[in-house]
T-cell receptor
Framework: AQTVTQSQPEMSVQEAETVTLSCTYD???????LFWYKQPPSRQMILVIRQEAYKQQNATENRFSVNFQKAAKSFSLKISDSQLGDAAMYFC????????FGTGTSLTVIP | KAGVTQTPRYLIKTRGQQVTLSCSPI?????VSWYQQTPGQGLQFLFEYFSETQRNKGNFPGRFSGRQFSNSRSEMNVSTLELGDSALYLC?????????????FGNGTRLTVT
């Protein structure tokens, strides 16, 4: 069965610093997609970044980048130059025949 | 382009009642999926509809049902409400049937069962 694990329920980072959120997943598939979503207090889930499993190059979107280790089934999110607006719940997701989400990491940004 | 719209934003119901939640996807999106979000459980997949057909269903009891209309709008119904059904219900739409398309979420409906 496909599962997604986020082992850090809470994380904090100083403004302007870098933080890495961890995510591991379990699958027997070779072709799939991985996503990071952000959920601020407004509740709306927002797509942060997407990674295709067949691509070895790590995805990058401005200050957000991933470290995708396919053999280790690891998909971590790095946020550089953290800003107050980055404070939110972050969910890692894997897609096989449906979307599977982790339980989330609550990120606090300290001014 | 308008985003995914969910109504109502908040609902308070009594145990044993039934409830219907509504979701209007982004224009042009034909896939609509529903998720239950509770603290500590993350998002649990309920079901997905594509072109009025249920394509996939999560591991929820039959009290949870849904449907999709020809204009892609979707409704979710929960009958015989239980206290444990209290949660944030999120609807998401995507452009096509493949699972490589990102989900676009609404703001959710917060259901409280007393």
């Amino acid at each position: 069965a496909q599962t997604v694990t986020q082992s850090q329920p809470e994380m904090s980072v100083q403004e302007a610093e870098t933080v890495t959120l961890s995510c591991t997943y379990d699958t027997s598939e070779s072709d799939y997609y991985l996503f990071w979503y952000k959920q601020p207090p407004s509740r709306q889930m927002i797509l942060v970044i997407r990674q295709e499993a067949y691509k070895q190059q790590n995805a990058t979107e401005n200050r957000f980048s991933v470290n995708f280790q396919k053999a280790a089934k690891s998909f971590s999110l790095k946020i550089s130059d953290s800003q107050l607006g980055d404070a939110a719940m972050y969910f890692c997701a894997y897609t096989g025949n449906q979307f599977y989400f982790g339980t989330g990491t609550s990120l606090t940004v300290i001014p | 382009k308008a985003g995914v719209t969910q109504t109502p934003r908040y609902l308070i119901k009594t145990r044993g009642q039934q409830v219907t939640l509504s979701c209007s996807p982004i224009s042009g999106h034909r896939s609509v999926s529903w998720y239950q979000q509770t603290p500590g459980q993350g998002l649990q997949f309920l079901f997905e509809y594509f072109s009025e057909t249920q394509r996939n269903k999560g591991n929820f009891p039959g009290r949870f049902s849904g449907r999709q209309f020809s204009n892609s709008r979707s409704e979710m119904n929960v009958s015989t409400l239980e206290l444990g059904d209290s949660a944030l219900y999120l609807c998401a739409s995507s452009l096509d049937q493949g699972y490589n398309s990102p989900l676009h979420f609404g703001n959710g409906t917060r259901l409280t069962v007393t």
